[in-house]
């Protein structure tokens, strides 16, 4: 699973070349690139619409906030892994039963994540195999 921070989310509604081709190229495919509901609340709050530019790609898919998820993520933020945003994104990178591979999260910051989650700067030289 491909899931993008609110930083990555704002990234893809400006153009970001790389977050852009990678979201043409799955469009073809039955893969999606998960946006936690939070974080593109925090992207339309930033910019407006936002949400509308990142929306209109076919791979992107929203991650709603459940009773569960909210529970979750409201102790992580008490416990100091971040914001709301932050920590929606985080929880969506943590295993679970309907989700067994590992789930990469693309960001601006990759030292805003613990050890143990695979977080990409969107920036970084050859992500996602993109020059």
Known sequence: M?????????????????????AATMAGTSDQLTVPALCLTQAEADDADAARRVLGFPSVSVEPLGTVEAVAVGVMIRDGYGGADTCHALYCALPRPEFTGMSILLTD?????PPGVIAIGIDSPGTLGFH
């Open 109 to 113: 910051d990759e030292d805003r994540y």
């Open 2 to 22: 491909i899931i993008l921070d609110t930083s990555a989310v704002r990234a893809l509604a400006d153009g970001h070349k790389t977050l852009n081709l990678l």
